[in-house]
């Protein structure tokens, strides 16, 4: 089973790293503008947006068209949710979504966090699962992928005033990128036995002479995009773990590397577009090193670190709690090791089952503010966030002006970088420390002790880094934890998107310094080192104590023979 489990995990990398790159140079051409096979269709949503791609914008006009359409974005999904009840395309008749949990889920689809209080087959109809749910699908990717695009052109242009158009980089990334991606994804899907219906529930009989009702409808067109778009939110309440949004091993396999691959792919568009590609591979193996190492520690934790659990949870296999005996540990490992790297949270096993150890890399991986290849474009400018403080680090020790791509970095870019990264600490220890004294907090809880603490943990990590994976056993659908969640969200969200546009404009006006013997490379093994190093140390000391309240004291107790 070991060298299986190997081969599987191989072949995932390999499909990454071979995959990647072309993925990245066709995203370069589409927004430099070079790609115009659907160019009738983009014209007609210009003239709709009143813009043309040329009317390029300053940061600040960037910025405030991001959370502009955004909040036009919330308040649609809201209204729909509101009023699903008397809207079409409701055969199961679902009642109207109440206020709490509707800006909660609102909140959740416009900053691409997906996260979900609720059973999405016994709560939505298919009009709020299609035009509301869907549709923010697309568009919190492509503003995400938008945002990045913006951020990576103030970091090449030069003595520049502007970043882009942000309608255009919208309507580029989900016409040619996202789009297409999806419809080809969701056709793999409907062939491996995903519904695409507009049916409502339908009654089975089951062998012992019971009626179990099963819900179906659009399902494969929402599960494309949830994965490429790293998304996650899911059709069916168990998410990827239910044979009707995940049937097969190839649908796994896929919807695994669905996740990662635009991601991923960002890395060489950077290279790209900054013309030296050695700038993008350095970024890409940083964040490949840091993906296997926590791979191999949740993969090992719940392969062989649960000898005080019940024979029937840990068996030959390892810890098989809450896991789909079709896709195994690894398979299990390895998709919680993709979807909480990514901005995705999807799940095909239930995270709260893992064994202690194996739940602290997904939650330091999104404690990180998912840097590890992370969010369609909200991974990239999340990580370049750290490249500049690396790079700040970095020139202190040789006592020179840090320099990045040839632009300096000086007083104003650090000072909005402490800005951004001190956003997951706000949302993870602040909005959790105010929750666990809410009497909210203790009800929510399945279990005690530190596991209890590790499901408050899990959830407002999740909900601050925008993953929307959840520890299950956690009832977050109270008014309090819908309310608190959402904050978190939106904080997790545009703190970064501003920040980092902040920077953007304060670098595109800058001149290039010319390289010189005293330049500090950033495409070398020392800078990656660095960089990993950089990531490592500071969320290492930001969240370790916490950490240490949790799962680590979990872990504790269970090699003493105590289980929660």
Same mark, same amino acid.
């Given at each position: $089973?070991?060298?299986?489990?190997?081969?599987?995990?191989?072949?995932?990398?390999?499909?990454?790293?071979?995959?990647?790159?072309?993925?990245?140079?066709?995203?370069?051409?589409?927004?430099?503008?070079?790609?115009?096979?659907?160019?009738?269709?983009?014209?007609?949503?210009?003239?709709?947006?009143?813009?043309?791609?040329?009317?390029?914008?300053?940061?600040?006009?960037?910025?405030?068209?991001?959370?502009?359409?955004?909040?036009?974005?919330?308040?649609?999904?809201?209204?729909?949710?509101?009023?699903?009840?008397?809207?079409?395309?409701?055969?199961?008749?679902?009642?109207?979504?109440?206020?709490?949990?509707?800006?909660?889920?609102?909140?959740?689809?416009?900053?691409?966090?997906?996260?979900?209080?609720?059973?999405?087959?016994?709560?939505?109809?298919? +009009?709020?699962?299609?035009?509301?749910?869907?549709?923010?699908?697309?568009?919190?990717?492509?503003?995400?992928?938008?945002?990045?695009?913006?951020?990576?052109?103030?970091?090449?242009?030069?003595?520049?005033?502007?970043?882009?158009?942000?309608?255009?980089?919208?309507?580029?990334?989900?016409?040619?990128?996202?789009?297409?991606?999806?419809?080809?994804?969701?056709?793999?899907?409907?062939?491996?036995?995903?519904?695409?219906?507009?049916?409502?529930?339908? *009654?089975?009989?089951?062998?012992?002479?019971?009626?179990?009702?099963?819900?179906?409808?659009?399902?494969?067109?929402?599960?494309?995009?949830?994965?490429?778009?790293?998304?996650?939110?899911?059709?069916?309440?168990?998410?990827?773990?239910?044979?009707?949004?995940?049937?097969?091993?190839?649908?796994?396999?896929?919807?695994?590397?669905?996740?990662?691959?635009?991601?991923?792919?960002?890395?060489?568009?950077?290279?790209?577009?900054?013309?030296?590609?050695?700038?993008?591979?350095?970024?890409?193996?940083?964040?490949?090193?840091?993906?296997?190492?926590?791979?191999?520690?949740?993969?090992?934790?719940?392969?062989?670190?649960?000898?005080?659990?019940?024979?029937?949870?840990?068996?030959?296999?390892?810890? $098989?709690?809450?896991?789909?005996?079709?896709?195994?540990?690894?398979?299990?490992?390895?998709?919680?090791?993709?979807?909480?790297?990514?901005?995705?949270?999807?799940?095909?096993?239930?995270?709260?089952?893992?064994?202690?150890?194996?739940?602290?890399?997904?939650?330091?991986?999104?404690?990180?503010?998912?840097?590890?290849?992370?969010?369609?474009?909200?991974?990239?400018?999340?990580?370049?966030?750290?490249?500049?403080?690396?790079?700040?680090?970095?020139?202190?020790?040789?006592?020179?002006?840090?320099?990045?791509?040839?632009?300096?970095?000086?007083?104003? *870019?650090?000072? +909005?970088?402490?800005?951004?990264?001190?956003?997951?600490?706000?949302?993870?220890?602040?909005?959790?420390?105010?929750?666990?004294?809410?009497?909210?907090?203790?009800?929510?809880?399945?279990?005690?002790?530190?596991?209890?603490?590790?499901?408050?943990?899990?959830?407002?990590?999740?909900?601050?880094?925008?993953?929307?994976?959840?520890?299950?056993?956690?009832?977050?659908?109270?008014?309090?934890?819908?309310? $608190?969640?959402?904050?978190?969200?939106?904080?997790?969200?545009?703190?970064?998107?501003?920040?980092?546009?902040?920077?953007?404009?304060?670098?595109?006006?800058?001149?290039?310094?010319?390289?010189?013997?005293?330049?500090?490379?950033?495409?070398?093994?020392?800078?990656?080192?660095?960089?990993?190093?950089?990531?490592?140390?500071?969320?290492?000391?930001?969240?370790?104590?916490?950490?240490?309240?949790?799962?680590?004291?979990?872990?504790?107790?269970?090699?003493?023979?105590?289980?929660?």
């Amino acid at each position: $089973m070991l060298l299986s489990d190997l081969f599987q995990m191989a072949l995932y990398i390999a499909l990454i790293v071979l995959l990647a790159p072309p993925l990245g140079a066709y995203m370069h051409t589409v927004y430099e503008g070079r790609q115009r096979w659907l160019l009738p269709v983009e014209n007609v949503f210009y003239a709709i947006l009143g813009t043309r791609p040329t009317l390029e914008q300053h940061w600040v006009r960037y910025a405030l068209a991001v959370l502009g359409f955004n909040l036009l974005g919330f308040l649609v999904l809201y209204g729909l949710l509101r009023f699903q009840d008397v809207l079409p395309l409701n055969p199961a008749g679902q009642a109207a979504v109440g206020p709490a949990l509707s800006f909660n889920t609102a909140v959740s689809f416009i900053t691409n966090t997906n996260w979900q209080s609720y059973g999405g087959e016994t709560t939505l109809s298919h +009009l709020s699962q299609m035009l509301g749910l869907t549709v923010q699908n697309f568009l919190s990717a492509a503003t995400g992928m938008a945002v990045a695009v913006a951020v990576i052109r103030g970091f090449v242009r030069k003595e520049a005033e502007t970043i882009g158009n942000f309608w255009a980089d919208l309507v580029r990334g989900t016409l040619y990128i996202l789009l297409p991606l999806s419809l080809l994804a969701a056709c793999v899907l409907m062939w491996q036995g995903v519904p695409q219906n507009m049916s409502g529930p339908v *009654e089975a009989t089951m062998l012992e002479g019971e009626t179990q009702r099963i819900a179906q409808g659009p399902v494969a067109s929402q599960v494309a995009i949830k994965q490429l778009g790293t998304n996650g939110g899911g059709f069916f309440a168990v998410n990827s773990a239910h044979p009707y949004e995940n049937p097969t091993p190839l649908t796994n396999f896929l919807q695994m590397f669905y996740i990662l691959w635009i991601g991923a792919a960002f890395c060489f568009l950077f290279g790209r577009m900054a013309g030296d590609k050695r700038q993008g591979y350095a970024l890409f193996w940083a964040m490949l090193v840091m993906f296997l190492v926590s791979l191999g520690v949740t993969y090992g934790a719940e392969k062989w670190t649960a000898p005080a659990m019940p024979a029937p949870a840990f068996q030959a296999d390892g810890n $098989m709690e809450g896991k789909e005996v079709r896709f195994g540990v690894a398979n299990s490992a390895l998709w919680a090791t993709a979807t909480t790297a990514a901005s995705n949270g999807s799940v095909n096993a239930m995270h709260d089952s893992f064994t202690p150890l194996g739940a602290v890399m997904p939650m330091f991986q999104m404690m990180t503010g998912e840097v590890i290849f992370g969010g369609a474009g909200s991974g990239f400018y999340g990580i370049l966030l750290y490249v500049v403080l690396t790079v700040f680090i970095a020139g202190l020790m040789v006592g020179r002006t840090p320099e990045y791509l040839g632009k300096k970095i000086e007083a104003r *870019e650090i000072k +909005l970088a402490i800005i951004a990264l001190l956003a997951m600490p706000f949302g993870v220890l602040l909005m959790c420390s105010l929750s666990a004294f809410s009497s909210d907090a203790l009800n929510a809880m399945q279990d005690q002790g530190p596991h209890g603490f590790s499901e408050l943990l899990y959830n407002y990590s999740s909900a601050s880094a925008n993953n929307g994976s959840s520890f299950a056993g956690f009832n977050a659908n109270t008014d309090w934890h819908n309310t $608190m969640l959402a904050l978190c969200m939106l904080l997790g969200r545009y703190v970064y998107v501003v920040v980092m546009l902040a920077i953007a404009g304060s670098l595109v006006v800058k001149k290039a310094v010319p390289h010189s013997v005293g330049t500090f490379p950033t495409h070398t093994g020392l800078f990656i080192g660095l960089l990993i190093g950089f990531v490592v140390i500071v969320d290492g000391l930001t969240f370790f104590p916490v950490l240490a309240l949790g799962p680590i004291a979990e872990h504790m107790a269970m090699l003493a023979g105590t289980l929660y």
